[in-house]
């Protein structure tokens, strides 16, 4: 089974910006991968998609701020997080499955990394 580990994160002011990664244990050209992120107290949301192309996805938050990619040679996934706000901050997952095509749904995803903590600071 693929595993994924997660990096990257970190404490920034409002503003700023954070590139998080995520190691991917096989190929990243023959599944859907996600960004999801779950502050204190809330749900768990789906933040950024991509598809086994390059065909990408994002919660209406955060569009036009963060970029989601992959690098198919390094088998790394990517979220570039621009002009953070505090309410940017949670625990951020990366998530795969063969079966996903740019989805933003929690339950579609089958295999989760351990996640990463990005805290913005006002």
């Known amino acids: 089974q693929v595993q994924l580990v997660e990096s990257g994160g970190g404490s920034v002011q409002a503003g700023g910006s954070l590139r998080l990664s995520c190691a991917v244990s096989?190929?990243?050209?023959?599944?859907?991968f996600g960004w999801f992120r779950q502050a204190p107290g809330k749900e768990r949301e789906g933040v950024a998609a991509i598809d086994s192309g390059y065909f990408t996805s994002y919660v209406d938050s955060v569009k036009g701020r963060f970029t989601i990619s992959k690098d198919n040679a390094k088998k790394i996934l990517y979220l570039q997080m621009n002009s953070l706000k505090p309410e940017d901050t949670a625990m951020y997952y990366c998530a795969a499955d063969p079966r996903v095509r740019r989805s933003l749904k929690v339950d579609e995803y089958r295999t989760w990394g351990q996640g990463t903590q990005v805290t913005v600071s006002s």
């Open positions: 096989e190929n990243t050209y023959s599944r859907g």
